[in-house]
């Protein structure tokens, strides 16, 4: 894997908001196949990365390279279309569509039908709680469900990548496990790359390769996971 | 009756004698006391009227009685849900085809009246109802197409059925040229750029004297023809037949209506429809989904201002007249008010709102200057008993359903 060219490469990226700078020059390198996490405290800038590598937060500065082509001056919806999905935080789903609507609304930009449906059957052997809630409205279900739905309707774009903003955010010690073990076997099934940003770093170093430490809108540091989860400083910094 | 209800009763009559009386009380620089007073002692009435039910629908004896005629309820609701909404909709369109040949004229010029808020409501319903943009200009494409048509026909003689792809062309690119600037803008900040837009658009209609007549308007424009061949001569000719009468104007006007509600359901039902939600509940969560979200948006201002567009060239050619002052933002806020008082995105909601909204201001002519308060007064106690419109949108019938199967499951 490690001669390998990265499926996603960010080189020197800063991003501001208004003024803000809020990502100051971050360098991340995520292998393909593999599982890669961003921890950090709140405001350190992770959802800022996820935003700008899709395009919605663009980058002011820097080079992002999916696949080894550059795609910080590319639209959402053409990054979309390149296989990139992200999962977002604080389970934006649309809340008046039903739960088969919000994962129809993921495969938006296929039209491939019967592929569409085996993907749809996938997921629910991923989530069998969404198979059982068809019918009913985002808005309606518990905090886990709509957590489980808004990952399932990122799988449902079929992605090569996949971005996870905080899955294990306001969710019950239990429901997490179940959150990350079913990020380990979607890795496994499908052979989608996975970047996850998580505060959790306990449970993020567990089930990743790689990982990142990010303050204030820089990276600093990073190791493999197994190291990272016995170092000193994220010991006493995140893991408490 | 509980005594807290008196006194709120005392309360109630008060504010609005506070409210009322010196609103109503000075026609003139003097006190007309039987005026002020009779006003106040309707708006009484109607106070007591309202409390009195509310407070025989919170009794014992009430809830017994609802109770046992809630199957009954139910059934009749059942059996009006098992008729198809086709039905509905022919006897609809045969009132509508029948009205103008037994009204008068004074009821046929309401009716195109009707139409054109229904057409105006249903355009503005696709960018506030279905991509969820607020919009606080939008008669200013109706400007737009009016003095489209005007201008093309009296400076260069292009009759109506050519104007109004122009019309649909101008309305689009003043969509555009809205939507462009205001995509990164939402709620408030949108609507106050779209509040200026549409009165820049009055503005310069209003002085630039070389080109629109200023205030005075534009007249003279030819009534919408219709070609036909003739073989009076013994060869064929082709005779244009303008559409001067009202009824024929009506027709006009209703087929427009009926092609605007066809083509709004059709948008609804699409693949673009169900992106337009998407924006409208979450934005970023529709970008990540891979909708084209800047392009969506511009689609749907540029498709909400070309309907406003067709029906302002044919209003301009139905009074073969159009003045900025058509245009003012009171207008915008009435379409809005329709939009709203129906049901944002439900599109019987916006027609019997466009219906109510364009005939109320009529059936109370009679109260003259007050007519304006009524309507105020009719408007705040709708949105008060029905906040989420005359007919809410499927979707969030839907949501209240389910919401209620949720409690039923916890109980």
Known sequence: MANEQPILQLEDVHTYYGNIHALKGVSISIPKGGIVCLIGANGAGKSTTLMTIFGIQPAAKGKIFYDSQPIEKLQPEQIAARGVAQSPEGRQIFPTMSVRENLEMGAYLRSDKKEIAKDMEWVFTLFPRLAERLGQLGGTLSGGEQQMLAIARALMQRPKLLLLDEPSLGLAPKLVEVIFETITQINQDSSTTIFLVEQNANMALGISDTGYVMETGKIVLTDKSSVLLESEQVKKAYLG | ?411
């Open chain 2, 1 to 411: 009756m509980a005594r807290s209800d008196v006194k709120k009763f005392f309360l109630y009559s008060l504010f609005l004698g506070i409210l009322v009386i010196p609103l109503v009380g000075f026609p003139t620089t003097t006190f007309d006391a039987s005026r002020a007073f009779t006003v106040w002692g309707a708006f009484v009435g109607l106070l007591a009227f309202g409390m009195i039910v509310k407070g025989v629908r919170r009794s014992h004896g009430y809830e017994n009685l609802s109770n046992n005629l809630a199957p009954a309820r139910k059934r009749i609701k059942d059996r009006l849900n098992a008729v198809p909404v086709k039905y509905y909709l022919i006897v609809l369109l045969a009132f509508t085809v029948i009205y103008p040949m037994v009204a008068n004229r004074y009821l046929i010029d309401v009716g195109i009246t009707c139409l054109i808020y229904v057409i105006l409501g249903l355009g503005l319903n696709i960018v506030v109802g279905l991509a969820g943009l607020l919009d606080l200009g939008y008669i200013a494409f109706y400007a737009v197409g009016a003095y489209t048509y005007a201008l093309l026909n009296l400076n260069f003689g292009i009759p109506f059925w050519f104007c109004i792809p122009m019309g649909i062309a101008f309305g689009c690119i003043a969509g555009c040229i809205i939507g462009y600037p205001t995509l990164k803008m939402r709620g408030d900040y949108l609507a106050i750029v779209t509040m200026g837009f549409g009165e820049i658009i009055r503005l310069m209609l209003n002085n630039w004297d070389k080109l629109t007549a200023g205030p005075n308007g534009l007249y003279g424009m030819s009534k919408p023809g219709i070609i036909y061949p003739s073989f009076a001569d013994g060869g064929l000719t082709w005779v244009i037949f303008h559409l001067k009468s009202l009824q024929a104007l009506y027709f006009l006007a209703l087929v427009f209506a009926v092609l605007t509600v066809i083509g709004v359901q059709r948008l609804d039902k699409s693949r673009i429809g169900r992106a337009w939600v998407a924006i409208r509940e979450d934005e970023v969560a529709a970008e990540l989904s891979g909708v084209p979200t800047m392009w969506l948006k511009l689609l749907a201002y540029a498709l909400g201002a070309s309907f406003a567009s067709v029906i302002g060239g044919f209003f301009a050619a139905k009074l073969s007249y159009t003045n900025p002052n058509f245009f003012i933002f009171m207008e915008s806020c009435i379409v809005l008010c329709i939009v709203v008082l129906g049901g944002v995105g439900s599109t019987p909601g916006v027609i019997i709102a466009a219906v109510i909204l364009s005939a109320v201001p009529e059936i109370f002519r009679d109260l003259q200057n007050y007519r304006m308060l009524a309507f105020g007064a009719a408007m705040a106690a709708m949105m008060v008993l029905k906040p989420e419109g005359l007919i809410p949108a499927t979707r969030r019938k839907r949501e209240l359903h389910v919401a209620e199967q949720n409690t039923h499951e916890e109980t």
